[in-house]
């Protein structure tokens, strides 16, 4: 099976009609968003390679906006008379009356060229792609007899979309995404304890030319081997230190979401009205670039059909923009950034992160941690959740340590951090000059999920609230 | 699902099956469905999404290696292709002794009622009202709450099942509920709350009470503060009991217990739990949310009482986990994988207020937030952020907020001083009801 050239798949003449057909109940705004996704991916675990799965997704949504009211519809019957059914339906449901008929030309936008794939994954055979899951399985197991189960997982994804609009716009892309996980469990007389990394990349199979199996997997075995002799985290209101590369998902909570327009734009963000004022640290710049080449977030256009951006989101501390999609750019008369995304073609988009991430500051990563006389070094931290209306959030630390008199000392068990989003901003005292990209991270908006990229160089919060049970 | 039959599916998943060679195991699923989804946002329609999708779902079993592919189309090119993707996914896999597809094993299925005719034939337009009327209860509760979305959903399914072993089976369900989220402000501080109306159609919603329910969570968290950490004794609300048992519901999964990973293995006919705890999974209760008629492999789901007096009792399987158990399969078959369908403990005597008034001092923990990044089900560290309300000389007191709550799954269950009576059949796969559970950290400023 191939996947659809869908440029040449589907001329303009029909999109035009379809466009046209969404907007003949009185809309002002027509799209067609067309998606074909295939993908594979296999499973390991307790030795075995389980399951062996691929997948072909493919459809069309169609969405017309007529004042306030969005319709939609969607799909899998790419045929023109599957289009225009559900560009009728979608017509409908933003029904207000008989608009007459509309006639588009459509143009081409750009794309930025970020996703340059060598390997496709579909020419590998998938073979090897298994082959790679024991080579995980055997080197986590080779760290520690401690460890007593692995788990490793490979994916790969090739989504093509093509969106036309009533404005004109016609564009398309081709977004390859290839990720590889790690979780290991190691048993000791405390109890079992996990470790778990992963690494994912918008480029094919030479992922795993450029980087190493046999580490990642070891990396995962001995963070639970590591976590075996962890005491209880403490509990309570501490110095925190962020390694590089591991806290990204601090600013994707404390403040992302809160600048995403549609959040501002109900006042449901702490961040809403603040465009020009202080809301961080004068440390802290913040940049949301989906034209990050090689990253997880990465996208030659977004899900709208415009040009991926790099947006600076907060500079030297002071807020200068949110990000946008077509609706809410459209209603403040402004371009869009290219943060206009969706799961799949049987969503709506929405205003999404791709890449966010901190600039470096000037410190010395050693001496941040020198610096600190008690208090949290958080080597990887996990998922988290934020409330953008009050700005609390949380996120997980899934392997830190103990800070004693400047010193990395004892590791601690897992638990949550808590913090409030425009405080833990203002609480930024000390930024390093190590920047690293974290791992390929899954954001989770209004039920629908989208690959993002985060990053930071090592920081430090000069109180956080850590959810142990140690007093 | 309602026992129906949907020959069209069923045909479809048939004729997949036919296909086996010998030595071949192949199951199929076979679903369509449609949905609608309606916000209303100031008294707008802000989206309406009308939408119908399918899909087909094979997996293969051949010399212990299993495949398995899907596609979002029903066509004979489409399903022919998916069985050959499936087939040739079949010859990369590990060799499995006990891979396999579930054989029939002769328990009965307990009827439900899955389908709602007035669900089926309701008016779009009314459909908007629900949204529209939803949003008005909100606001209208409090001058200091404002809108953030309220929505109108359903979605209806139909499905066709067939394996090689002889399992066969069709039927359709459908669903609708309503939701509203707001905010509240004062002095500059913006708290939120949401709530939802569930009816098997939507004219057993109750709108009012949901509207002011989402209004009084947002306004009785405004001027909440931090708290002090301290140890502490909570009390947990039917919501969050329920999110907790869906986690301890997953320690108790066989596939973990033979694959060393759950905290619980080994541990069968010894105390894990106070006394009060009888945990019971039973999707053949029809008050549960997730009542069903079978598991994903088509057995038949059926009640398993994982914890009686707090003596942990069995755990539940997949025919797979079975088979490398010794045992065999409880019907919890959920996805490629295992888990509970409907949990419920058995409820106790006392109202919350009456639980409330026992303590002294104490919390009561109305939402946590990051379950899924602060709770290791393997280590059983538990750590979550909370909110909630401050309970002293047993009566509830000022609101509390950004502070965590942390303890292990082991010592919680153990330390459950009470269990209240007041059962929510809330839309997840356990049942709420208020628990009371002593000595957990609560971490604040």
Known sequence: MSLIDLSHEFDSSVLSRVLAKGRSTGAGFSEVFIEDKRSMGASLDDGLVEQVSSGRDSGAGIRVINGETTGFAYTADLSEAGLLAAAGAAAAAASTGDGGTHTVSLGSAKRHPVNTVRIAPQSVPKARKVELLMIANDAARGIDSSIVQVSAGYSDATRRILIANSDGVFATDEQVRTIFRVSAVANGDAGMQTGYDSLGHTIGFELFEEENINE??????????????????????????????????????????????????????????????????????????????????????????????????????VLTDYMWDHIRANKEGRAPSGNGRRQSYEHLPMVRMTNTFVLNGSDEPDDIVRATEYGVYVAKLGGGQVNTASGDFVFGMT????????????????????????????????????????????????????????????????????????? | MSRHTVDDLQAIADAIVAMAEPGEQIEANVARSRETDIRV?????????????????????????????????????????????????????????????????????????????????????????????????????????????????????????????????SGRSNSCYASVSVMADDDGETQTGWAYALGKNPAEFDLGKAGIEAANKATGLLGAVKPPSKRTTVVLDPMVTAQFLGIIGSTLNGESVVKGRSLFANRLGEAVASPLITLVDDPTDSRAYTASEIDSEGLAAR????????????????????????????????????????????????????????????????????????????????????????????????????FTIASTLQRMLLDVLAIGNDVDWLPMRAAGVSMVIADVTMSGA
């Open chain 2, 41 to 169: 946002y100031n008294g707008d329609l802000e989206h309406f999404v009308s939408a119908q999708s399918q899909g087909i779902s094979v997996r293969v079993i051949k010399d212990g290696r299993t495949g398995s592919s899907h596609a979002g189309t029903l066509d004979e090119v489409a399903w022919r292709e998916v069985l050959a993707e499936a087939r040739e996914n079949a010859t990369l896999g590990s060799v499995d002794e006990w891979a396999g597809l579930a054989e029939p094993d002769g328990v009965a299925i307990v009827e439900q009622e899955l389908w709602d005719d007035t669900l089926d034939a309701f008016d779009t337009a009314k459909k908007i009202e629900i949204a529209k009327e939803l949003e008005r209860a909100a606001v209208g509760a409090d001058p200091r709450v404002r809108i953030d979305d309220s929505n109108y959903s359903d979605g209806a399914t139909e499905e066709a099942f067939a394996t090689t072993m002889g399992i066969r089976s």
């Open chain 2, 303 to 402: 009640r398993n009482v994982l914890i009686k007096d707090g003596v942990l009792q069995m755990f539940v399987h997949s025919s797979y986990s079975a088979r490398r158990a010794g045992t065999k399969s409880t019907g919890n078959a959920v996805g490629g994988g295992v888990g509970c369908l409907a949990l419920q403990l058995t409820p106790g005597t006392k109202t919350q207020a009456e639980l409330i008034a026992d303590i002294e001092e104490g919390v009561l923990i109305q939402s946590v937030q990051g379950l899924h990044s602060g709770v290791n089900p393997i280590s059983g560290d538990f750590s979550t952020g909370a909110s909630g309300v401050m309970i002293r000389n047993g009566k509830v007191a000022e609101p509390i907020r950004e």
């Open chain 1, 216 to 317: 990642l997997a070891e990396r995962a075995a001995r963070q639970a081997v590591t976590k075996l002799r962890a005491r209880p985290a403490p509990s309570g209101a501490l110095q925190v230190v962020i390694k590089c590369g591991s806290g990204g998902v601090l600013f994707h909570e404390a403040c992302g979401h809160g600048l995403e327009a549609d959040l501002v734009a109900r006042g449901a963000s702490v961040y809403a009205n603040r465009v020009g004022d202080q809301v961080a640290s004068p440390l802290v710049t913040l940049v949301d670039d989906g034209t990050m080449s090689r990253e997880w977030g990465a996208i030659g256009i977004d899900d709208e059909g415009h040009e991926s951006q790099r947006n600076v989101l907060i500079e030297d501390g």
């Open chain 1, 399 to 471: 392997e830190a340590y103990l800070i004693e008199n400047g010193q990395i000392t004892e590791p601690l068990r897992e638990s949550n951090l808590i913090g409030n989003g425009p405080q833990v901003l203002a609480d930024i005292d000390m930024l390093g000059n190590d920047f690293a990209m974290g791992n390929p991270g899954m954001c989770g908006k209004d039920g629908q999920g989208v690959p993002v990229g985060d990053g930071q160089p090592t920081l430090r919060v000069k109180s956080l609230t850590i959810g142990g049970t140690a007093a």
